[in-house]
């Protein structure tokens, strides 16, 4: 059978450069912090991705610090510039965070993990496109505000946040803005510096590269209290013997994906576009979420009212085509998207939602295969929903 991959925001397949520069790196057995030459090789390896990290942001090598995921970027800044400890020094009035209301999992529960703690957690309202209200987010802003976290790009409707305005806009107050760019990092040329951010969180997974690494930039002034205690690790900011098959890896995806960057976000775009041209064009009362917005090229989210979107991804799946209802952290969750319902969505529409998200494997042809089952299975699955025959019914009468 037929097999479609189109849950790239979830994760993508390891480039085989990728693999390949991962298997010359199991090699390399020493560990980074000895000093032989087993170490330095080791330490050569592990600066040699940083470099290209640093490089592919505008930022300097000591800037970045690698972690085991973005989740684990986004909860090292998050906790670590608030967690009253001196290190970090940024004053006992300072208590309160703002995130927008469409964060991944991993920015909003350690918001709430925060709340626990007894500190205010404000979470910025987004419009019906899925994009932070730039006024609402100005007007939270106070002397008590110690950091700003939004994320660059969202991962369910791709919807490309502000990040320029906001760092404008909290520059000069005395607060740390951060942004999860897990979704943009890799599709989207970001310079660190250009745009003024304090901290940024990226993922290894997401471009083509292996599980289980990710990064954080950390401009050089900000202090930050590590999660993980212990040896002299990333700057004394993230301890453990440093895992040089993944950051080697994480250091050839990283270069790959500038590489690509123009040509695939162009070839992505152009199939996207054609895919939501057809979908509109074969399947009825079928709507783009967030389509009339700036976003990330290859992903699309569409509702199929009056039925539900689970029941159309396992259908789909017997066709051998991967999509998602939502974030793949939120898919043991029976609740709609947090995303689509704070773009003021109902549960209905919500609960009706699929994610397709494309990559460097993507062809037309898997996008007609795609809108062919798509159709089928929406007929199909509409002949058996009493919201669809209602509605039939009451436009006949
Ligand atoms: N942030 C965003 C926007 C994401 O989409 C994801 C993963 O889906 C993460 C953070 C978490 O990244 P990781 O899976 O590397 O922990």
Redesign the pocket.
Known sequence: MKRVYLDH??TTPIHPDVKAAMVAAMEVFGNASSHHSFGREAHELIENARKTVADALGAEPEEIIFTS????S?NLVIKGVTCGNSICKIGSEKSEVIISAIE?P??LNTAKCLQGEGKTVHLCPVDEKGVVKLDVLESLLSSRTALVSI?YAN?ETGAIQPIEEIAKMVAGKGIIFHT?A??AFGKIPINVKELNLDFL?L?G??IYGPKGV?ALYKRKTRKVCPLIHGGHHEFNLRAGTENTVHIAGLGKAVELSLRDMDSEWQRLAELRNWFEGEVMRRVPESVVNGGDVSRTAHTSNISFRYIEGESILYDLDFDGIAVSTG???SSGSLEPSHVLLAMGMDHGRAHSSIRFSLGRSTTKEDLAYTVDALERTVTRLRNMSPLWRDKLRQESV
């Open positions: 925001n979830a995921c973005g989740s684990e986004n991944h991993s920015v994320m991962n999860d897990v979704q969180s993922s997974h997401k990710g974030s793949a952290c």
